[in-house]
T-cell receptor, first 116, second 114 residues
């Protein structure tokens, strides 16, 4: 089983609140990712990081922000939550092996966010 | 446009039966194809991974095939068990970027009944 953790697992919060979803991995992976997944739909990449102090936006536009101060930690923050942010958020990590490499992404258990 | 299409969208089978899930993709340039299993409320877990030169890969009761010419893959599950109930996601990686971007299908929701 992959050593990648997400907290909280479930979060119900009111509109306008600031929230931070935590993601940590103990595998020493350089690359980390955040995906958003709605029920019955595919995963969409919203943020990724090549390493410490590196963050990039993914394919799906998101109002969330991320930071990568430590290799093992990649938190996602929403400054003002809205009902449209209700979704499942999945964190993943992988080794950095360069272009076209057969690396694998290991996923955390996800955070189910509900904004009322 | 890089896409991954899976069929069927959902499938119900009886315990002990076999089933085959399909995946068609248009991702180019192709790097590899993975099948993931995602239990409800959990993150995806990798079952198999195949590169361009591999046309079959097994992992226990799971056997994946790849036809890179027709850009099709299948996942065959043998002697299904109740614990096989999950969403099975086909994921294709391109080799056109240093990120190795992944393209996800919407998954096939498999339900195994006793």
């Amino acid at each position: 089983e992959a050593d990648i953790y997400q907290t909280p697992r479930y979060l119900v919060i009111g509109t306008g609140k600031k929230i931070t979803l935590e993601c940590s991995q103990t595998m020493g992976h350089d690359k980390m990712y955040w995906y958003q997944q709605d029920p019955g739909m595919e995963l969409h990449l919203i943020h990724y990081s090549y390493g410490v102090n590196s963050t990039e936006k993914g394919d799906l536009s998101s109002e969330s922000t991320v930071s990568r101060i430590r290799t093992e930690h990649f938190p996602l923050t929403l400054e003002s939550a809205r009902p449209s942010h209700t979704s499942q958020y999945l964190c993943a990590s992988s080794e950095s092996r360069g272009q076209g490499a057969k690396y694998e992404q290991f996923f955390g258990p996800g955070t189910r966010l509900t904004v009322l | 446009k890089n896409q991954v299409e899976q069929s069927p969208q959902s499938l119900i089978i009886l315990e002990g039966k076999n089933c085959t899930l399909q995946c068609n993709y248009t991702v180019s340039p192709f790097s590899n194809l993975r099948w993931y299993k995602q239990d409800t409320g959990r993150g995806p877990v990798s079952l198999t991974i195949m590169t361009f030169s591999e046309n079959t890969k097994s992992n226990g009761r799971y056997t994946a095939t790849l036809d890179a010419d027709t850009k099709q893959s299948s996942l065959h599950i043998t002697a299904s068990q109740l614990s096989d109930s999950a969403s099975y996601i086909c994921v294709v990686s391109d080799r056109g970027s240093t990120l190795g971007r992944l393209y996800f299908g919407r998954g096939t929701q498999l339900t195994v009944w006793p």
